[in-house]
């Protein structure tokens, strides 16, 4: 038949494993009562007046492609919130890049930088996007492990290591998903010498950077001695509750953006044209929603952490984003027979921590992205759960 004529779709693709977060999600969407503390996405809706702009720039008839880069508005404002915010300095017309998401961003950045065989360092664990991003792009993933121990930071004695003569980038991305991990100025201060003199490229995912909560928020890219090596990904998703909208950008310096770009405007043309214009309005008058955003989870932060801890499952701080990335390895069980049990017996979803990477085994990820009253009654179904291991 057919099937005998066919010829085989990408090899590279067809060893691509899904997402071990949506295999799991897809189980508790057949189940009744479940309460999800799974996902990656702020349960705020959008800031209404940002959601108008967007509306008007409809009613204006501002709904033609804009230019490759984005609109050079945008561009502008983002240059501004970047210097303003984070000490980062970027020409709006040859280093910013607006893309659909950070997740394009992160897919342009490997096509951009590598050739086949180049090896990309990554953290373990991390956000999963990258290593396919990587394997897409013809790249070899060289893994770095992480751990609780060191507060899941990169350090320099790894990341030396880990170079070779092929390495060709490395992916970072802190605050991080999935273990809240956040580097200090002090911290990325002890792996600078070692980008400068290997000359890598780093792709900093940041994301999360507003999402920072108890020490200022800090990036590779505000070393000047190794500014021009730093690939800056952020965008509107996690900030500004705006995963819908699919917005993102890239800061890089203008040899890189350039390349970016040639891939952007033949596979994109240009990012949505009136989330371009609710993205000028969020990053305008925008900044308060933000404030309250963060502050609420904070206290959500608090509230879930302090539960976890109180009730024995033993939970480092995270500083940063919105999961905790809880150590249940006194438990006895992988990460997949915890979670799956807590799923069967409570009627809880989290996350089994190896969806990130192998050495995840022995956590799983909370997200703390949902109400206190929603936090709270998933806290008493994880505390009946756990009496059975006293
Ligand atoms: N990077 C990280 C670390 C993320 O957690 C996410 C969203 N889950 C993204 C990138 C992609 O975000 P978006 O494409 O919505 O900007």
């Not at 980008?195 to 200022?216: C, K, M, N």
Request: hydrophobic share 40%; proline share 5%.
């Amino acid at each position: 038949g057919r099937d005998s004529i066919m010829k085989e779709i990408s090899k590279t693709v067809e060893a691509l494993k899904p997402s071990g977060i949506r295999r799991f999600f897809d189980l508790a969407n057949t189940m009744e009562g479940v309460i999800s503390l799974g996902v990656g996405e702020p349960d705020f809706s959008t800031p209404w007046h940002i959601c108008e702009e967007a509306i008007q720039s409809m009613a204006d008839g501002r709904t033609h492609y804009t230019a490759n880069k984005g609109l050079l508005e945008l561009r502008e404002e983002i240059a501004k919130f970047h210097s303003e915010h984070y000490n980062q300095d970027y020409d709006p017309k040859t280093e910013i890049l607006v893309t659909v998401g950070g997740s394009e961003a992160i897919d342009l950045s490997m096509r951009a930088l590598l050739n086949p065989g180049d090896e990309v360092i990554v953290m373990d664990p991390n956000y999963v996007a990258y290593e396919p991003a990587i394997r897409l792009a013809g790249g070899v993933c060289v893994p770095i492990v992480l751990t609780r121990e060191n507060e899941f930071k990169l350090k320099a004695d790894d990341l030396k290591k880990a170079i070779t003569d092929k390495t060709k980038a490395m992916i970072i991305n802190y605050p991080s998903n999935p273990t809240g991990g956040v580097m200090t100025e002090a911290d990325y201060r002890e792996i600078v010498p070692i980008i400068q003199e290997s000359g890598i490229y780093v792709v900093s995912d940041e994301i999360y950077a507003e999402l920072s909560f108890d020490q200022a928020f800090a990036s590779l890219s505000q070393f000047e001695e190794v500014r021009d090596q730093i690939l800056v990904i952020n965008g509107f998703s996690k900030a500004y509750a705006m995963t819908g909208w699919r917005l993102g950008y890239i800061l890089a310096n203008p040899t890189i953006t350039k390349a970016l770009t040639k891939i952007h405007q033949y596979v994109i043309m240009s990012a949505s044209t009136p989330a371009q214009y609710a993205a000028i309005e969020a990053l305008r008058n925008g900044y308060d929603d933000v404030i309250l955003m963060r502050e609420e989870y904070l206290n959500r932060r608090n509230l879930l952490v302090n539960s976890l801890n109180r009730m024995g499952l033993n939970t480092p701080m995270p500083h940063g984003t919105f999961y905790v990335f809880a150590d249940i390895r006194p438990y006895g069980l992988s990460s997949e027979e915890f979670c799956n049990e807590l799923l069967n017996q409570e009627k809880v979803a989290c996350v089994p921590g190896d969806a990130f990477g192998p050495h995840g085994q022995g956590f799983i990820r909370i997200s703390y992205a949902y109400s206190l009253n929603h936090i709270k009654e998933a806290c008493v179904r994880i505390e009946h759960f756990l009496q059975q291991f006293k």
